[in-house]
């Protein structure tokens, strides 16, 4: 384990809970940073997020830290803040495209991270993933730029940007996948199981059970032998 600190942006979805497994093999102590636009499905992100944390509590694991960005003055009327029709189950996932959010993830997780002494802020982009600012060339010039506004080292890291979703999950079986939480138009704190991420969601946890059904199938014949 490095002894260097590490921030990571979480969501409370399955691929925030295997980056915080992945980032607390490697670092000590992780911060977990969730940035707040004022979204309409933040309310249960975030409860099934702290639910998460509950349930790790691992050495090296800092409390769940929230930042503020309301994003309403510059998106409008846009879907994401409950004004409109959400993108359906069989959309495609350039539908869900969040005008500047990464942008605004990794600059506000910079400042955080200079102001505590953090070098390295991890999130969850993905393999396919399509859109610019989750690339390669974004992800060094806002380092570079925070970096240099900041007159600290920081470094914006995708460590899962080679992997699909199902090679997340076959890789980190241990996180915990069961509390996770990703909707675009929740019922309260419930997926409303309409929406692209809920479909996301779906083929994701059929792949869990079948991983959990092999396992328990491979156990029982050693068992037997």
């Not at 790790?56 to 994401?80: C, I």
């Not at 010039?141 to 080679?162: D, K, Q, T």
């Not at 309260?188 to 059970?209: M, Q």
Request: hydrophobic share 45%.
């Amino acid at each position: 384990m490095r002894k260097n600190p590490a921030a990571v942006l979480v969501s409370g979805g399955l691929d925030s809970a295997a980056l915080l497994v992945w980032a607390l093999e490697r670092h000590a102590p992780v911060h977990p940073v969730y940035v707040r636009f004022g979204l309409g499905w933040e309310k249960a992100e975030l409860a099934a997020l702290r639910r998460q944390w509950t349930a790790l509590r691992r050495p090296g694991l800092r409390p769940l830290t929230v930042l503020e960005a309301p994003a309403a003055p510059l998106y409008g009327d846009h879907w994401s803040l409950s004004k409109g029709p959400v993108p359906g189950y069989r959309s495609a996932d350039a539908s869900v495209y969040l005008p500047g959010r990464n942008l605004l993830l990794l600059g506000l997780a910079g400042v955080y991270c200079a102001r505590q002494k953090i070098p390295v802020a991890y999130f969850g982009a993905l393999k396919g993933n399509p859109f610019a600012d989750s690339r390669p060339p974004f992800l060094r010039a806002i380092s570079r730029a925070v970096s240099l506004a900041l007159g600290a080292p920081f470094r914006a890291v995708a460590p899962f940007r080679g992997w699909s979703k199902i090679q997340v999950l076959s890789r980190f079986p241990g996180a915990r996948y069961d509390l996770a939480f990703s909707c675009l138009n929740p019922r309260g704190l419930r997926p409303c199981g309409a929406c692209n991420k809920c479909a996301e969601g779906d083929k994701a946890r059929r792949f869990l059970a079948a991983s959990r059904a092999a396992r328990g199938s491979t156990r029982k014949s050693n068992v037997i032998k």
